[in-house]
């Protein structure tokens, strides 16, 4: 997936734009970058660091004193190297994008064949970014450009323009992905993760709507397209990659978290001697979970953060492995002679839950069951950079599904359809498979009610197959 943060103000923007950058740094662990824009010397500055061994912070404080200008956007991405800085007839500008391309082969045909040409290759491919910069220069204006983006790609695509005049921000068409507008006096940003703003003083302006666009100025916003009505946020945003204290659509990540846990704790019957979060993601539920079972909630798992990123990021599947069974570190004091019930945000490949369901065992737990935050993830995700289902048999459920039906592909529907005989066989067996003494998904519908935003307004694709638009 990936994060950006854009500032500009009347003075330095480094800091902040350093900062903000950093506070991305939980959507992505591939590449980082930064550009700068010094009026004063009508220059961009730029770097691009791999962050595949390291932090986007260390990375890049040696670089900060060849930052200089008062506007600025940065990046902290899973896909290819950018910004990228180019001149054109709108202008020079530099350009971020959090985007997946679907038909990124079949663009980048039809831009060779007009007498374009692509010069950022990322080991042999095209750089995405790039070709979302190369159709927005097909338009007179700026505008007009970033609408060509939204018509021509399938997937989506939200952005920031560095450009001399200020910094675009833009969301993409259905809303797939937020941007958030902050202010404070003498600054605007924008970003994709609202928990960016509260410690570099910023206050929440407004959330952009699908497919506005808007340029900041230090001393205000420009609305440049207003926004369209229909909208298919990701729903998974609030379960598991958003950061507790972010907010999309004014809606707040961990209080979402706590009352999908709250509403569960009210209807299950299972007897437990306390709850628990599985770190980072399930924590919030389990909170809630625990308030409306009536339980204590005890840490009986603790994730050592110095070093370990989460798991699902590292690109080889036995390093994202060795990530979910090392970060986290299990209490035997807490665990011993316990009936435990463990939160976790979702299922996907289990890679995780089964080393350390073993583990707790191990360390003498009586039972373990385990909740999770969402129903159960059927269908990979065609829109956003969700790297964890790039293909469906990467996910449990299909595989499981391969298993009873002969066809991976074969009675979906019915699978994601909650009661379901079919649901049911899929979910016992993947609670035998995993040595769990019971297992529940929430509902879908107690998902929507727990973000409090209409369901035609959220992307559930990767829950029930829906598409709206």
Not at 254 to 266: D, H, I, N
Not at 379 to 406: D, N, V
């Amino acid at each position: 997936m990936g994060g950006f943060f854009g500032t500009i103000a009347k003075e330095s923007c480094v800091t902040d734009l350093f900062y903000g950058t950093d506070y991305n740094s939980h959507l992505g662990t591939k590449r980082g970058g930064m550009a700068t824009y010094d009026e004063e010397k009508q220059r961009f500055n730029r770097s691009i660091h791999n962050l595949e061994s390291t932090y986007f912070r260390t990375k890049f404080e040696d670089d900060l004193d060849k930052f200089t200008g008062r506007s600025g956007i940065g990046i902290i991405s899973d896909t290819d190297a950018q910004p990228i800085i180019l001149n054109s007839h709108l202008g020079r500008f530099a350009i971020v994008t959090v985007a997946k391309i679907n038909n990124i082969q079949e663009l980048e045909e039809e831009l060779l064949q007009s007498n374009m040409h692509f010069s950022e290759l990322s080991s042999g491919q095209t750089n995405q970014t790039e070709l979302v910069a190369l159709l927005i220069i097909q338009g007179r204006n700026f505008v007009e450009g970033i609408e060509n983006v939204f018509n021509h790609i399938k997937g989506s695509c939200s952005m920031l323009l560095l450009t001399e005049d200020g910094v675009i921000a833009a969301r993409d068409k259905w809303g797939r992905t937020p941007v958030v507008i902050g202010r404070k006096e003498g600054a605007y940003a924008a970003t994709s993760e609202s928990s960016s703003f509260p410690n570099l003083d910023y206050e929440i302006d407004r959330f952009l709507g699908p497919g506005e666009i808007v340029r900041l100025h230090a001393d205000g916003v420009e609305q440049m397209r207003k926004p369209d009505e229909q909208m298919q946020i990701c729903s998974f945003l609030w379960v598991y990659y958003g950061f507790p204290t972010s907010s999309y659509e004014g809606r707040n990540v961990e209080e979402v978290r706590f009352t999908s846990g709250l509403k569960m704790g009210k209807t299950d019957a299972s007897e437990v001697d306390c709850a628990c979060g599985i770190p980072d993601s399930g924590v919030g539920m389990a909170l809630g979970y625990a308030e409306g079972k009536g339980v204590p909630y005890h840490r009986a798992i603790a994730k050592y953060t110095p070093t370990w990123p989460r798991s699902f990021t590292p690109s080889r599947q036995e390093m994202r492995s060795l990530v979910a069974k090392m970060k986290l570190i299990p209490n035997r004091s807490m665990l011993q002679n316990k009936r435990l019930l463990f939160c976790d945000d979702s299922i996907v490949r289990g890679t995780q839950l089964r080393d350390n369901v073993k583990v707790l065992y191990e360390y003498g737990a009586k039972e373990v069951h385990i909740r999770i935050a969402c129903p159960p993830l059927i269908y990979a995700c065609p829109f956003i950079g969700f790297t964890a289902s790039k293909s469906p048999l990467e996910l449990i459920t299909r595989r499981i599904i391969k298993e009873l039906e002969g066809d991976e592909n074969k009675n979906l529907e019915k699978y994601a359809t909650t009661g379901s005989p079919e649901y049911n066989k899929m979910v016992e067996i993947m609670r035998e498979r995993f040595g769990f003494t019971s297992l529940r998904f929430n509902t879908l519908e107690t998902l929507v009610e727990s973000i409090g935003l209409p369901k035609c307004k959220l992307c559930t694709h990767c829950f029930d197959g829906s598409s709206c638009f």
